[in-house]
C-alpha cells in the first residue's frame, strides 16, 4: 500500500466516491480557478484571451502528458465530435474494426461512415485481417475496464497498414501509453482527467491528418484564431485545424487538473490506483487485475448507495472505479457495505 498518494488536501471529495469512469473530480487549484472565471464573467471584468490562455495551458498539458507536442492536439468538446471528424479520413465503402462493447460515442461515428465490424474486445488484435481501413478501440474499456492489448492490437494493424484510432476516455490520466504506433488518441476529459464536462483532446498523425476533412471548419482553427471574417478559409497548418472553438470555462478547469496529473506522473497515479482497485478485489474474493475500474457481477448496488458509496451499474454489473482523491477508507467503506 505504500504506492499510495497522499492527495485528499489537493481535492475536496466527500468519502465514499468511486464513480471517476462516470465523471472525475476536479482539483481545489481546478474548481477555484473556475470560480475566479465565473467572477470575471459576472463582473466582465476580462476579455476572453484570459480564459483562453487555459486552452493553450490545457492543450501543451495533454501533449505532456502523451510524450508529443501541442501541434498534434486539437481541441474539441465531446469525444464523438473527435472520432466522427477523424473518420472523414476514411475512403469510400471503408471497413473499420470496433469492439462489440464499445462505448457508442467511439462506435457510431465509425457506423456513420463506414462498414463496422465487431469483435470482443479480448480478441480485437486477432480479428484483423486484410481489407480493413481501421481499428478503433478504448483503450480501457467502459462497461468493464478490461485494458486492450495495445501492442498486440498495433503490430497487427500495422502488417495490414490499418489506422489506428484509441479512445482513451477511460484511460489518459492513470495509465501509461503514449502515441507511439497510433494514429489518433481521443479523449473526453471529464472522467480521468478531472476536467469539467466540455473538454476533450485528441493526439492526431500526421499521415492521419492528411486524410481529414475539417467537418467544423471554424474562425478558432486559423492561425492565430484570427480568421473572423470573410474569405479565405486558411486554416491552421497542424492539428489546430480542427478545433473546435473551445468552451471557455471547460478549459479553465482543464488547465490545473492536466498540471497536477503531469506534475504527480501517470506512473504514480496508475500505482495508487490500481493499489485501491487490488485492495477492492481482493475484498471480494477476486484476484489481482490491472484495471483501475473493478466491475463485480451480482454486487447489491443498492446496499452501497446506502452506506453512502457512489458507483455504478454497467452492462448489469458493479462498476467502481479508483482515482487520485480515493483512500483505503473508502474501499473499505464499499466493502463493509458489500459484506
Ligand atoms: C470510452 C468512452 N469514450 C467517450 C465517452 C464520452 O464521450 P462523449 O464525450 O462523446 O460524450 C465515454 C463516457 O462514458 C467513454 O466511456
Known amino acids: 500500500m505504500n504506492a499510495l498518494i497522499d492527495a485528499k488536501d489537493l481535492f475536496e471529495a466527500d468519502p465514499g466516491f468511486l464513480n471517476t469512469a462516470s465523471y472525475g473530480l476536479p482539483p481545489r487549484a481546478a474548481s477555484q480557478a473556475l470560480d475566479t472565471a465565473l467572477a470575471q464573467w459576472r463582473r466582465g471584468s476580462t476579455d476572453w484571451s484570459t480564459w483562453d490562455a487555459a486552452t493553450d495551458r490545457a492543450r501543451a498539458g495533454f501533449a505532456r502528458l502523451l510524450d508529443t507536442t501541442p501541434d498534434h492536439v486539437t481541441i ?3 469525444g464523438a465530435q473527435l472520432v466522427s471528424s477523424i473518420a472523414t479520413a476514411l475512403p469510400p465503402g471503408a471497413r473499420v474494426l470496433v469492439p462489440d462493447i464499445e462505448f457508442t460515442s467511439n462506435l457510431f461515428p465509425w457506423a456513420q461512415a463506414a462498414t463496422v465490424e465487431t469483435a470482443p474486445p479480448e480478441r480485437l488484435a486477432d480479428a484483423i485481417h486484410p481489407g480493413l481501413d481501421a481499428v478503433a478501440f478504448s483503450l480501457v474499456q467502459s462497461a468493464t475496464g478490461q485494458v486492450a492489448a495495445l501492442t498486440d492490437i498495433i503490430t497487427a494493424a500495422r502488417a495490414h497498414d490499418l489506422l489506428v484510432v484509441t479512445d482513451a476516455s477511460q484511460a489518459a490520466g492513470w495509465l501509461p501509453f503514449t502515441t507511439d504506433g497510433l ?5 473526453s476529459a471529464y472522467k ?5 464536462r466540455g473538454a476533450a483532446f485528441a493526439y492526431t498523425s500526421p499521415r492521419l491528418r492528411e486524410r481529414m476533412r475539417p467537418l467544423a471548419a ?3 482553427g486559423t492561425p492565430g484564431h484570427a480568421g ?3 474569405l479565405p478559409m486558411t486554416l491552421s497548418p497542424d492539428a489546430a485545424a480542427f478545433d473546435l472553438s473551445p468552451a471557455w470555462f471547460c478549459y479553465v478547469g482543464a488547465a490545473p487538473a492536466l498540471d497536477l496529473i503531469n506534475e504527480l506522473g501517470v506512473p504514480a497515479i496508475h500505482a495508487h490506483n490500481l493499489a485501491l482497485a487490488n485492495r477492492f478485489r481482493a475484498g471480494l ?4 487485475g490491472d484495471s483501475a475500474i473493478v466491475t463485480t457481477p451480482g454486487a447489491d448496488a443498492a446496499k452501497l448507495q446506502a452506506a453512502g458509496v457512489r458507483a455504478a451499474v454497467r452492462a448489469g454489473n458493479l462498476r467502481a472505479s479508483f482515482h487520485l482523491y480515493n483512500t483505503t477508507d473508502d474501499v473499505d467503506r464499499a466493502l463493509e457495505a458489500l459484506a
Open 218 to 220: 471554424n474562425w478558432y
Open 76 to 78: 474539441s468538446s465531446t
Open 228 to 230: 473572423y471574417y470573410g
Open 285 to 288: 474474493g477476486q484476484p489481482p
Open 183 to 187: 494514429d489518433a488518441v481521443v479523449c
Open 192 to 196: 480521468w482527467l478531472m476536467a469539467p
